[in-house]
């Protein structure tokens, strides 16, 4: 049974509607990344949703994979360590001499032929951008890449610490599913227990297997009351997971936060086309979802008057810090005085990530909705099995919907 049966009601006073709006549903899915089938059930339920509110859905179907692991293990001399798979690594289970690298100048002299290379330090201090990431990459990740394919390593294990953003400990250098050497990550402590043991070859074990999967990326939409529309609105809100987070900060707040609009907003009458989408893809390598919208409706960026993220907003406690983007200096004038009376949202600096990034390269005037203080709030669970509703204010997103709706609604 996948949902609970306990579902939240908001109250109609609170969100101005006549009628209550069922709201806890979304936060039931758990973990659901591209492929699952709580990653199709939560598709499913959001176009049921919108439909019922009256929106045209639009599906996109797109393939994708999934990614399954099992206890993996690293064993020297008789001891013997957790091991944690890369996602979409291939399954791997040899006994080998090892090498190891910290630096990129290490990496290009180390005998990696047939072995298990360890990368530590410099060489995985960050997880590493996919190699074929549709919207940015880094030189340096695309040096270690290709010196980690020369080197013909028989399995990588990378030694990783505490994540620099995300509260994760250790964290997986490689997330890549066209990364094809069996790799994985271990901690600094796990690290010293295998330098400890007495010396021999290293066995390693990953259980891993990918599984080739479809997926859809939803898009809702109102049109204008009068046609030809000026522009679009679209607000939108990433759906999927990573492995191993229930995902309720990161992102179900946001895609609740996206219900809400769309209730308040489905008797809009104003100048404008809405559209609503819920990105399937932002936390996978490939993000399929942002790469299959895009190859359909990437002419229509110049048309976006306004586009509006939800990420990790409503952490309890901390407000919702609403980021500007490619604003003119009287959208920022309006924007104060549509902030002014929401108590729990404030102006928050500037994030480059997550998909507003898409549409902010593309010059589009976008606001950004997460949680204030984002190093102290998203980032101790995003990402973790620590990211449960217990964190989410639910208060917060229906001051964020209004917000949201209000802001559209008087938009000219
Ligand atoms: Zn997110």
Redesign the pocket.
């Known amino acids: 049974m996948l949902r609970s049966v306990t579902k939240i009601l908001i109250a109609s006073t609170l969100l101005g509607l006549s009628a209550s709006v069922v709201f806890g549903d979304v936060f039931d899915f758990g973990e659901r990344p591209l492929g699952t089938e709580e990653n199709r059930r939560l598709a499913a339920y959001l176009a049921e949703q919108a439909q019922n509110m009256g929106y045209a859905a639009e599906s996109l179907p797109f393939t994708c994979v999934r990614w399954e692991r099992g206890a993996s293990f690293l064993e020297r001399g008789g001891v013997r360590v957790p091991l944690y798979p890369s996602p979409f690594s291939p399954a791997f289970d040899q006994t080998l001499d090892a090498a190891v690298a910290s630096t990129t100048q290490q990496l290009k002299r180390v005998r990696g032929d047939g072995r298990l290379v360890f990368l530590r330090d410099e060489l995985a201090k960050e997880p590493l951008t996919p190699r074929d990431y549709p919207f940015y990459f880094s030189a340096l990740h695309r040096e270690i890449y290709s010196l980690v394919d020369e080197r013909r390593a028989a399995a990588i294990v990378a030694v990783t610490g505490r994540h620099p953003m995300y509260d994760e400990s250790p964290f997986p250098l490689f997330n890549d599913a066209n990364f094809k050497t069996p790799s994985g990550y271990i901690s600094q402590e796990s690290y010293a227990a295998l330098l400890d043991a007495p010396r021999s070859k290293i066995r390693t074990v990953i259980k891993s297997k990918v599984y080739p999967e479809t997926g859809e990326q939803w898009i809702f939409r109102k049109a204008a009351a009068t046609t030809p529309a000026p522009g679009k609105i679209l607000i939108f809100a ?1 759906m999927d997971t990573a492995y191993n987070t229930p ?1 309720a900060l ?2 179900a707040a ?1 895609v609740a936060t996206l219900l809400l609009v769309m209730a308040r907003l489905r008797d809009y009458a104003g100048p404008y086309d809405l559209e609503f989408v819920p990105f399937n893809g ?2 996978s390598p490939m993000a399929r979802g942002e790469v299959t919208y895009l190859d359909r409706y990437r002419k229509e960026m110049p048309d976006i008057r306004l586009g509006i993220n939800l ?2 907003l409503g952490f309890r406690g901390a407000k919702v810090a609403v980021s500007t983007y490619n604003l003119d200096a009287v959208d920022q004038e309006y924007l104060d005085q549509q902030l002014s009376p929401f108590a729990n949202l404030e102006r928050g600096p500037e994030w480059v990530e ?1 998909d507003h990034s898409i549409f902010v390269f593309g010059g589009v005037p976008c606001l950004a909705l997460t949680s204030a203080d984002l190093a102290n709030t998203v980032m101790t669970v ?1 990402h973790t099995p620590r990211d449960t509703s217990a964190n989410v204010d639910r208060a917060l997103l229906a001051e964020a919907a209004n917000f949201i709706a209000q802001l559209v609604t008087a938009l000219k």
Request: charged letters at 35%; aromatic letters at 0%.
């Open positions: 990433h995902g990161d992102n946001g932002e936390d990420d990790a997550s995003a």
